[in-house]
């Protein structure tokens, strides 16, 4: 239930035009649904202004569909999925009551599929996605794809880390007129602190899991952006491209 | 330079009241000055909007001394110190060019020092600061008194923690009417994830040293924060309240 | 031997019904029997009430197979496998010297066998197992056949995570009229602190694997777990299943 | 407010003799006090069987003082605090509205410290402490009063590591009879393993920081005791008596 | 060249039966032998009285056949090789010379391969092994093997952990007549101290990787082990069976 | 773009062979090729004196291919690709434009691929490049072939590790004529230490990730290399032969 | 009561010249002691040769003059304290009943304490203890005086580190005499592993404090000792001079 | 001795001049000198061209006295010494025999101490020394001054970290006509990345332990420069100034 269909629901009231009795029918619907394996959230759209999203990682694909299907009846009309395998994908996909009229996309690289349409951008500006090296590109598309899903115009740099610098400091203009942005780099991660220091705005700064030997598994960047020098970075887990694009959103629809 | 000082320059060359040469002179000064112990960025606040600012921990009383006057005679109108002791915070003191008209504060519980006046409230609406305990105020106080410095309305709520949920959940209208949450956790660090799942605006999450044993540190809630099961959580460096409250400053002054 | 074998056979000496060289016979039955890859110890039952449980993984099949023929010709009359693979699993199954009369229980999710009847719960009061999320399932089930075959009943209580707090505060009930909860999660494993906060029983943590990146591989929850602002919770090891059960089971049939 | 006083409450408005308005003014009694650094949980007692407890640590002798005035104002007649440092405990003394009446105590060694009296042991059985060696005491003696405060008979068995085992063998009479048992060890944290394969009862292994060089403040025991061979062993934070009495006495005082 | 060969060859000198030119002739055979891939130390069994010994980790089972060949036609006349993969062990086997006269074994549970005939036992005493657990096999016999193959009686107790302590007290006389003992335990460890109490010999204790979550791949066992609070014991590498075998000969071995 | 041709450019200009709009257009070319995946920098071989090199992991084997041939179109005549798997090496090669004139060299050992002709060697002195074992060989054959592709003599001490230092020894006339030192080791990486007390030029440190258990993936001879008690020693990242060699040429090619 | 006494008061009863009640009587002396604080061992000299070691660390001065007593009390002749600050010490030395008779010594650079006699050598050999640095002499020298006091022969080769080899390779005849070698180092520990490929004996490597920054505690030569390249080389915990010599001396005195 | 004397020597003993005895005599000059505490290394000036240099932290003034008196009687004309506190450094300015003729320098900010006179520079170029911040100086400050004894001429940088590029960029001239380049900072180490995307030169890295939380004591420096995605970076340890000197020294007089 999304705050707009409450707002209208209450004025129904307001104007006598639903009994109380019907009002509150409609409101007491449970907001959790029980799923034996899972306990959906079916009033997270009304809080929070966004739906839920699936974490696909851990689940099976007959999980993921249950789910899906149970979102589905409760109205919710658009629904992401983040770490899908194509095998849940396609699984997905086959299962959905209609496939024509409800759009379902899925791309490989980020493994993110969506159920329903992506909205107009309805956000204040553009989130500004910059990655340190084309390794970084499953991570950042994960973001990408997110924020397009939330509502959100997206600006792409891709590969533009630090050891050479020009090739960052040609799109000075485009990281100036940005409302967020997402830094995505592993190895040293010093993408963030670069950008912050040239950028007014917001910076999310993503390490990845890109690199290899004393980077373990992402710690090096993440302990870098962590302690970076430039003021305005904040830091989200590993390779949570979903998580960075979530806040920028936020941000990039603060009220 | 504030960008305002830019802009009224540019619109006296466009109206023809101040030469061309007169605005490059004026434009060209220098934007770094060399201390020997330290380059200055001059021309921060006109290219992010806010001033250079003072990391006062591993630097000498003098060396504080000397880097606040090279910026006040640059034009700066305010400064704001953070981790300064004591004694430097004397130091500072009894050298400003003149203590009466400009005003000096030092709060010794979050070692934060300010020059000048703090400006009058313009962002778009409040940050809440929440702590999971007493022992985490030093922290809440650098952020508060950062964003409070940056121009915002701020709202602390102290020793909220998620082992008496009751004491977080009377206080669920202010949550709700947050633009920006910093929430401040030592120990498991919970409290982030549990306020990120009750608001809909960002919010960011600073680990604290406070704890024993385990917590290494501030790693354990570092770990957690980043680990957030809840969508909307970025992460600081353990103990950075300012770092908290500079992000959340330019999240509520979002164009 | 059991513990009430042990007393019917003392208290048959005591009414001379058995001469005191029977009965050394009997206890001088050697308790550990040697299988050159193991040491059974055949007198765990008598002195702590619960027979040995077999830990499968680093097992051979075979290996598997000798230990619980072993423990039958002992005299044990149920026997848990903890992470036993399928393939252990069948082989097991089909060794069992009479299948039809001696039932097998094989569970691929928690990776659970057990050899024998599940006996009638008789325990103090219910075990409470909740989850942070669907993918901590194959943990929960672990604890929770656990506590059905040391004899306790058990309340399951998924996907209950803290960013949707309601989902839990709607088991409230459930949560307080526990005798020992099981709070199970991955990521920052703030379910155990929230729980701890409601309930006034026992609280033993799991932490589990379920994440990524800064996860750590369990490291962050375990951490969070140790670290708990509520009192009462006490943590084991990384998707250790199996011994949160076994000492809530022990706690659920104190003296 | 403590759970028999509710039931008196309530049963004289079953009974007429109070009537219901009355009963909800004492009901409503807000259950949280802000102290401004402090948000106390007034209701704890009611709701989990046992007051709020102060962790010392962290807060100056001020806030300490404050806080235990706000308790004994709203009724609460027995308060613990952890971590309490001498000059504190003196100031804490001496701020007693009665120090006559109300006694207080105080154990330089475990920096415990208690207001009011400690109640007469009420718990099914005997809450055994062993530690590894001398060097534990602090720990020990921690959980020990902290068990004492709570209404339980405590048995302590200190210097039994095991590298010499018939010191902890000599006493296996006493294992055999605790209701639970906290094993309390540095170093390599060996103690747990071999009591818990002794006892019959639940075991709290407490880590402590004792040892040096690749005992890494606690973490080697800390990691052993997770890792514990034997059945029944969950953990607590290194050093954390305290932690681990509150669960020992919950278990002993199970339903 | 063994030192019974130098021994022979310097008293044929001292009695005229062999030139000085020689003699010098015969010594300087280049002590190393170099194939491009590895260095071969040709006089290590002179100096240490050990034939060199080749670690099968990371070499190509061709490499593994080319350094046997150059060891064969040195003169060394028995060959360990560790860490050897089943497809390697064929390899070796096929390529040597005469696979008739010399004999080839091969354990792959252990991974240990050697050509040549095993000595008899010249040793003190006797080297003791005893395991934690069935799991700690592989490097159990790893360590056996080697000490057979360098000329020492070896006794195994396998599966004799300390959650069952009369399991190893039941061999308390095997214990206290060995002059070495190797204590192989993953988990927690413990098994390297209570062993140590016990006995009056050097114990090498031996981490392994079996256990899971917090054990982090015999990092817990490695620290238990390292902080032990018996005297007498010292650590080799996780795994590292033949690392113990090797100290424990030279001490058995002790001149 | 050479340094060179970038001379005789300014100099055809100089001596009127140019026009200063022609030499514009040619050095306008822009410096960055945007692939949409990568941002080539073409410049870098003016800057730096060095081409771009690829570093062909987490890189599909199309994505290689068009950075190659971008690298080619702009006049790159030499590539040196990096961890090339061995299906991208086929894909490569197949993909050149003119593979019989345009050699192609592909090592699956080090898995180093080179476009191009291998320069004639134009450094100051000899590069020696020596390794602890066997095992190291790949990481040294990513080391040496880099530096021949450098421009570098190249000489290999391979299986020189410290626990026969006879080995060593004998090669002390080469490590007192090298120019440069590439020391690579896993393990204690004790070989850097060692080699930095002989020789009298620099010593880089290449940690490897061979070894088991507590190597933690070449962290123990990253940390021993750090450390280092001799003088004269830097390190690079673990198994980073590449990057050892690079700055080893720079050193031997210094102005 | 050493193994002696034993043997003489057994074969008295084996010749009729002591009753055997009046041996039972000696021999059921209790062999521990309680001091609340302690549980002393009175038999371990018996059991292992050696008598109770008091470790001084986390013991006050009060507490270890009690161990002291009650040991001279039960007849132990000579005790070793290790740890010892000089204010203990000196409460030590006052505390002896007869302070000119029985010798006590005391080393504020090892802090080593010892009451009774040093005995005369009596083991196999000679312990060479070797040091990488001279700050590693603390440590060295308490396992200098450790050995000493425990019957054994020290020949000390001090500041010996492989960055410069022919300091050690000097001393190549002192390394080929003894019988067990303790190696101490700080920084790479890469000592251990150069004098265990000299040596023909076990090598005990005790890696030390001495460094900074990635030397971590200790943790970079712990890594290094336990990852040697060379054979024959064990490890104890970090400055643990006391537990090298403890095993050493155990080596040197082998049945 | 230094190398020049070596070759004087030879070249009389070449033409006569000099009897080959005498020469003998002079070269068996014993290469170390043993101090009980320290074994100095005499010919390393001859074999490394650079006189022993003393690590002055773990030793005491008495200590440092003694080696420094200990080179000078061996004919070594200049000594620097490292980590040298205020009350050592004034130990060994009073103790030199002439301190007059002898000139000693000693800064406390470093912490370097020098006897005699600092020598001409005679490297091919120049050492840029750059720092991220003001609270790098000691660090930077004693790779300066090493390099200063070393011979070279030194460029010093301070204060030019990436969060405001214009401050290193204004620089780009110095960077690019550098020989060798120290980066030196703290927090995220992204400074060593940046200066070697824009240099052509070695760049060795210095992590340093300025930072707090997460910086984790230099940790996270030090891995951020050991991933440079940048080419031409190797490390030195934390805060290890002079190692960086030492080795850019090298590399600033490669042959």
């Given amino acids: 239930m999304k705050q707009d269909h409450l707002r209208s629901l209450l004025s129904q009231v307001a104007q006598g035009h639903m009994s109380i009795d019907d009002a509150v029918l409609k409101l007491r619907a449970t907001p959790t649904a029980e799923l034996g394996y899972a306990t959906l959230d079916m009033h997270r759209e009304l809080r929070q202004g966004i739906g839920e999203v699936i974490y696909g990682a851990g689940k ?9 299907n149970a979102m589905l009846a409760s109205g919710q009309s658009s629904i992401l999925i983040t770490r899908l395998s194509p095998e849940a994908a396609h699984h997905v996909h086959k299962s959905l009551p209609n496939p024509d009229s409800l759009p379902f996309d899925y791309d490989p690289l980020s493994r993110i599929g969506s159920v329903g349409a992506i909205p107009v951008p309805d956000g204040r500006g553009t989130i500004v996605i910059a990655t340190g090296g084309t390794s970084d590109m499953p991570v950042a598309e994960e973001a990408a794809k997110t924020a397009e899903f939330l509502g959100n115009n997206v600006t792409r740099l891709y590969d533009v880390g630090v050891a050479g610098l ?3 400091l040609s799109h000075q203009h485009t990281i100036l007129s940005a409302h967020v942005i997402i830094a ?3 190895m040293e991660g010093a993408l963030a602190s670069v950008i912050a220091g ?3 705005c917001p910076v999310i700064a993503v390490p990845t899991s890109v690199g290899y030997g004393a980077a373990f598994g992402g710690l090096a960047p993440l302990l870098a952006m962590l302690n970076s020098c430039a003021s305005g ?3 989200v887990n590993i390779d949570n491209g979903f998580g960075a694009a979530y806040q920028a959103s936020m941000i990039n629809h603060v009220k």
Avoid: E, K, M, N
């Fill in 166 to 168: 020009h090739r960052l």
């Fill in 184 to 186: 995505i780099a592993g």
């Fill in 60 to 68: 099976t694909p007959d999980q993921i569909v249950g789910i899906v």
């Fill in 233 to 235: 970075v904040s830091v």
């Fill in 198 to 200: 040239l950028a007014d």
